[in-house]
């Protein structure tokens, strides 16, 4: 990290706290060489380990386009595909994990999407989960079912 002072190549952290929202990390640094100090924010790296073995860094855009399919011809604009992106990528954040498998993040825009748009969701998760059959659609339907009825404000 530049001194953007001096513009010496190097500085020593001398304090780091996490954001609230665990989202960046905030380290207060000081100059070897000309001794002053400044703050950065940084972002904490998210990665994800492709099926292929690649590992490619995180997208919220990624989830928006693979999401967006789901729901076309849904009543969902294209401010609710990013607020779902953002709750996505907090909630895998939240584990603390830096390295993802694709895996955990379809299962992390499942209960999102589902609370956006039950369409939508029943699209994704045939896809994601691989539904052969009009029973695997069954089943999902009615899981859903039993779920909407558990929650006392709906219905
Ligand atoms: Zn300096």
Redesign the pocket.
Known sequence: MH?P??R?SDSRVIDSRTSDDGLSIRRRRQ?P??G?RFSTTETASLSVIKRNGSVVPFSREKIVAGVRKACQGRPVTDGDLAILAQKVEESLRSTGASQLEANDIGLAILPELRELDEVAFLRFASVYQAFENLEDFEAAIAQLRVEDAARPEKG
């Open positions: 001194c002072f001096c010496y100059c060489e000309c002053r």
